[in-house]
């Protein structure tokens, strides 16, 4: 039917778009988190205060009040950001200080003993947590963090709110004009569904790889 | 500045949204409790047929976006059985399935945390399976599973914002009319961010506080 | 070579250590015995200064290790520690584990420190075959064997021992004291906090007794095994040393 043509071919837009947004936010917000855990873990009381400001910022507003701040709260003091780039910037805010999280405790779970070990033979501090804790740590943080990039595949239908076209977007168009509801959001969480559980895949074949011992 | 005092004005009208949002929040746990609780004994305790009901019911709920969950029953499931059910209810209908899902897990991991031998030891001064379960299983693992259930309680409430979509009248909602109104939207958006914290805060907290009163001294993880 | 000069370390209201003060020459191998409490893991660790002492001072080579001025890094690099928990790093290999003390501290190229990394594994009998293996893979005796080879591997002056074989199987245990009596027996200077009353009779060329963070009673194998004068070592060593003695 030309009905389905027409929304599937415009999902498959919406789905490039939500692609797009996930591909970039998903690293950048494994970076910050990386960045975040291990400033509130080793850093000063400044900088682990600043991290922990920061995580609890953005763990505890909605993501919805951070992407409509980013995108009708920044104009107000000067700051233009498109809808794409705000929606971007609010995943990885919010993924990162979910994230930082993660990483904080399975720092904290790496055993004393390894430390130790590493100062023993003669490593900064520097040396001991690039070489020894964190290479430890992450591999026991990315079953969390492959949850948090699942999460941020669902959420990212929240970017329609400020403008996105992105799946959801696209299907609430199609929706208000042919109202075949069933269908059309049945296709979308199927499609949805289909995304994650590929992205899950992928994270097994991750978490594969970097298991110790192999 | 006039427009700065009548911001201020409409925080009452913003506040307000905190009993929508309760109401959310209340009653998606509560419905997620009263399904969850029968889903993780069907998973521990249950057979294969059963499994084949609850794992797509898990498999759909944890799996499809929230948002895309709402207006699929809203716009399509609800009438489609000529179910009227208003924005309000239909939200809480959509969180408590969607958290009856996640609160399974959470009291299914807990039941499976309590030792083994809790169970073998009931049946051993001649209780039957069921009161094993009632008087010895069952309160122990709701006691493990508080510190998941004041997690589950954030992250509802931060969903709650997402019912701002079909229009039910809680704190984003209200928030965005604020800034629609008074052409701000900073001040707003942060006030309700910031009041989205203290609730979460609140919340967490009495439920902290429960927590310690009512822990279980020597068990597990906690 | 290791000078140890009235050493105090407090936690809170514990004395852990309460004026230790003895040396060491090159070449000696001394064990330090006690029981559990009287503070040798503590002083072990003052020595390589994972803790850093409350008073007094220590001298390695002549140059005093405590003061405010030492580069530590330095210093680590020269004395071996061999932790009782063995401590290897989980996420390396056997080979991994000797290796990245050479290429990340020493800056060692990699050919060099594959090289050396397999020499220090063969003097503490670790074959070809475990090379590649993970922690998790191997025995307790191989570990804590691989972790003697890590202190190795960085050429140290001096090798700190803290109970080795306390969290090993007695059959597991003999084969790393073996390798310890080899290492002491060939030069190595060696400190060794162990409740093996055998084992420190045959290797040590003194035995430090302590007792409530202090050291009670110093003698030889030959004069204790004669003429044990000091209570406590004599009782120590009827019981074979170990836990049993006063807890």
Sequence with gaps: ?214 | ?222 | MLEVENIYKSYGNVKALNGVTFSLEKGETKVIAGPSGAGKSTLLKCINLLIKPDRGRIFLEGEEITSPNTNISKVRQKIGFVFQEFNLFNHLTVLGNVMIGLTKVKKMPKEEALRRAKEALEMVHIGEDLWNRYPSQISGGEKQRTAIARALAMDPVLMLYDEPTSALDPNLAAEVLQVIKELSRSGMTSLIVTHEMSFALEVADEMLFMFDGRIVHAASPVELLSNPKHELASRFLRLGGGNGFLG
């Design chain 1, 1 to 214: 039917m030309d009905f389905w043509v027409e929304f599937l071919g415009s999902l498959l837009n919406g789905l490039l778009t939500t692609l797009q947004m996930v591909l970039i936010a998903a690293p950048a917000g494994v970076i910050m988190g990386l960045l975040l855990g291990t400033m509130r873990v080793y850093g000063g009381r400044i900088i682990s205060s600043i991290s922990f400001a920061i995580t609890a910022v953005f763990r505890g507003f909605p993501l919805l009040v951070t992407l409509f701040i980013l995108f009708f709260g920044l104009p107000e003091v000067g700051i233009y950001i498109s809808p794409f780039w705000a929606a971007v910037t609010g995943f990885v805010l919010c993924s990162g200080a979910y994230i930082s999280e993660y990483v904080r405790g399975s720092i904290l779970s790496v055993e004393e003993g390894q430390s130790l070990a590493a100062r023993s033979i003669g490593m900064t501090k520097f040396q001991e947590i690039l070489y020894i804790i964190l290479p430890q740590a992450i591999r026991r943080a990315i079953p969390s963090i492959s949850n948090e990039i699942a999460y941020m595949i669902q959420y990212s239908s929240l970017a329609f709110a400020i403008g996105v076209q992105e799946m959801f977007s696209v299907s609430k168009t199609f929706n208000s004009i042919y109202f075949r509801s069933v269908e059309i959001f049945s296709a979308l969480a199927i499609t949805y569904l289909a995304i994650e559980g590929i992205a899950t895949y992928i994270f097994k074949i991750i978490e594969k790889r970097f298991r110790v011992p192999p």
């Design chain 2, 1 to 222: 500045m006039t427009s700065y005092s009548f911001f201020l004005s409409y925080i009452p009208f913003i506040a307000e949204g905190a009993l929508w949002t309760i109401c959310l929040v209340g009653g998606g746990i509560g419905l997620g409790f009263i399904i969850g609780i029968p889903v993780a004994l069907g998973q521990v305790y249950g057979g294969r047929t059963l499994r084949y009901v609850i794992e797509p019911y898990l498999w759909f709920f944890r799996g499809v976006p929230l948002l895309v969950q709402l207006f699929l029953f809203y716009w399509g499931l609800l009438p489609s059985i000529g179910f009227k059910l208003d924005p309000l209810e239909t939200s809480i209908l959509v969180l408590g399935l969607r958290s009856g899902a996640y609160q399974s897990q959470i009291f299914r991991s807990a039941m499976e945390s309590v030792e083994k031998g809790q169970f073998l030891a009931a049946m051993s001064i001649g209780m039957s399976r069921g009161q094993a379960m009632l008087y010895i299983i069952l309160p122990q693992a709701l006691r493990i599973s508080i510190p998941g259930w004041a997690n589950e309680y954030a992250i509802m409430l931060k969903d709650s914002a997402i019912c701002f979509s079909l229009g039910v009248m809680e704190i984003l909602t209200r928030a965005r009319y604020t800034a629609i109104a008074t052409g701000m939207a900073l001040l707003p958006y942060l006030f309700a961010g910031i009041f989205f914290i203290l609730l979460t805060n609140l919340g967490t907290g009495i439920l902290n506080t429960a927590y310690k009163r009512l822990r279980i001294p020597g068990s597990i993880g906690v």
